[in-house]
């Protein structure tokens, strides 16, 4: 086995929580805990059992779209070693995986013909966690669209989502026996406004109205896919689509840089949660991309659609931004027209993004003040640190600043469940290092330690801590 020992004892010098902090008893009793990744990040073997392509696998193809010119080809390899895996995952004492279905192992063209082959594989991957006792969280959207359907014009074309609904209603056919979580999309920010109108995503386009149509039809593609599953739906169901958000504030006080904040608030946040969670777009949002002549494609009826109720809002976690006006680009049809970033001080990660426990706090609390009656879970929160290429000799991979980051972001989570948000549960990025999108391997996520020339997997210290820490519950 290419894995070390599971049994291995936890070293007398791992860091313990910051003095005075316990989490346990601040959190409810059933909290969920646990790990999380995505298809296209670990699974590799991109051209077998009939896997189709995604517009991520052409995406890493166009020369300089990815750091490294790194691939999915082969990742973590884990679709030949997901047996492994998921003892790993079941060894840290989690209650749950969260993991992405591959829309083209299970539709090689995105709509139409299925795959057998694509679907045994998460089927065998369900079965072996339940033997495990580890909850099945899945994820059917996490980024890897068909490239047939892009090539048809992709999210911006409303007919994306209709396809995107038969195929979650298969995957649900197929797996919804033995699987309560559902999370419809991860990141619908990412797959529009990086994918569509930045084009640092796959798959690389930049056209702000074609980002807003994405935006929507994304939205759309939720709503319909829900429909479908709680139709189907034979036993509990725990229903939700997962958003990346941010406590963003404003560089100064000023009107100015205030209105930045609002139109950024709109632009990252709110372009999401409002039709989710209310029914309905931002009045403010519309108006500023309307004076820019920018528009969102809804149709009658489509509203009523995306706000059914959900089970619960994932929510993605990392680090927020300050926002100053930006006068020359105000009227611009682009995704930051008239805002930018100002640099915060204090520490960052090995992605340059700054380490902000306390905007989880407020986060929380705010969704939970505005957005009432919606269970939180937190579904991705995480940090990537230069950890060593090999593991050391004595087997350590000490990455002390991942445990400070996991301990400051779980004491800032009870601090939010004391003050009133209703959170539920966490899972931490990532179980193991992995495909990084447009940074490639360079940045390292995981709790586990990914040898990528040998693919052997090493706890590293952040990951006994969490083992520590879900042990002593
Ligand atoms: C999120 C993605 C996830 C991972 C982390 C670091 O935006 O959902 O796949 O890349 O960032």
């Known amino acids: 086995m290419n894995t070390a020992p599971l049994t291995s004892a936890t070293p007398d010098d791992l860091p313990r929580p910051s003095p005075g902090r316990t989490l346990h008893g601040r959190l409810p009793e059933d909290f969920l805990w646990g790990v999380a990744t995505s298809?296209?990040?670990?699974?590799?073997?991109?051209?077998?059992?009939?896997?189709?392509?995604?517009?991520?696998?052409?995406?890493?193809?166009?020369?300089?779209?990815?750091?490294?010119?790194?691939?999915?080809d082969v990742a973590c390899d884990h679709y030949h070693r997901m047996p492994e895996d998921v003892a790993l995952i079941a060894g840290l004492g989690v209650d749950a995986y969260r993991f992405s279905i591959a829309w083209p192992r299970i539709q090689p063209d995105g709509r139409g013909r299925v795959e057998p082959r694509g679907l045994a594989f998460y089927d065998r991957l369900v079965d072996e966690l339940l033997a495990h006792?580890?909850?099945?969280?899945i994820t059917l959207y996490h980024w890897d669209l068909p490239q047939t359907l892009e090539d048809l014009g992709g999210w911006p074309e409303r007919d994306t989502?209709?396809?995107?609904?038969?195929?979650?209603?298969?995957?649900?056919?197929?797996?919804?026996?033995?699987?309560?979580?559902w999370t419809t999309l991860n990141e619908p920010w990412c797959s529009s406004f990086l994918g569509y109108a930045e084009g640092v995503h796959a798959p690389g386009r930049r056209d702000m109205n074609d980002a807003l149509a994405a935006a929507h039809h994304l939205l759309l593609g939720h709503g319909l896919a829900a429909a479908r599953l709680r139709e189907a739906a034979r036993g509990p169901m725990t229903l939700g689509v997962t958003l990346n958000l941010a406590d963003h504030v404003a560089a100064s006080a000023s009107p100015a840089d205030l209105a930045a904040l609002r139109r950024a608030d709109g632009l990252y946040n709110r372009v999401f949660l409002d039709p989710l969670l209310r029914g309905s777009y931002p009045q403010d949002l519309l108006d500023d991309l309307s004076g820019r002549g920018l528009r969102v494609p809804v149709r009658?009826?489509?509203?009523?659609?995306i706000s059914r109720p959900l089970d619960v809002l994932g929510v993605n976690y990392y680090n927020h931004h300050a926002f100053a006006a930006d006068p020359v680009t105000a009227d611009e049809p682009t995704y930051h027209a008239g805002t930018r970033f100002v640099e915060v001080d204090g520490e960052r990660t090995a992605m340059g993004w700054p380490v902000q426990p306390e905007g989880l706090t407020r986060?929380?609390?705010?969704?939970?003040?505005?957005?009432?009656?919606?269970?939180?879970?937190?579904?991705?929160?995480g940090s990537a640190y230069h950890d060593p290429r090999t593991v050391p000799a004595d087997?350590?991979?000490?990455?002390?600043?991942?445990?400070?980051?996991?301990?400051?972001?779980?004491?800032?989570?009870?601090?939010?469940?004391e003050?009133?948000?209703?959170?539920?549960?966490?899972?931490a990025w990532s179980l193991m290092d992995n495909f990084e999108w447009a940074e490639g391997y360079r940045s390292r996520f995981g709790l586990v330690h990914?040898?990528?020339?040998?693919?052997?997997?090493?706890?590293?210290?952040?990951?006994?801590?969490?083992?520590r820490l879900l042990s002593e519950r």
């Open 395 to 417: 087997g350590r991979v000490r990455d002390e600043r991942r445990v400070a980051y996991l301990d400051d972001h779980l004491e800032a989570l009870a601090r939010a469940v």
């Open 363 to 381: 986060l929380l609390l705010r969704l939970g003040r505005e957005y009432p009656g919606t269970p939180l879970v937190v579904t991705e929160n």
């Open 300 to 305: 009658d009826g489509d509203l009523e659609t």
């Open 161 to 181: 989502a209709h396809r995107f609904a038969d195929y979650a209603a298969l995957v649900h056919d197929a797996l919804g026996d033995r699987v309560q979580y």
């Open 39 to 72: 298809s296209y990040q670990i699974e590799g073997a991109a051209a077998e059992d009939g896997r189709g392509a995604s517009v991520w696998d052409t995406f890493c193809r166009v020369p300089g779209a990815v750091a490294d010119g790194d691939t999915g």
């Open 450 to 467: 990914v040898d990528y020339a040998t693919q052997r997997r090493t706890l590293k210290d952040s990951a006994l801590w969490y083992r």
């Open 133 to 137: 006792g580890v909850a099945p969280w």
């Open 419 to 427: 003050g009133g948000a209703d959170v539920r549960g966490y899972f």
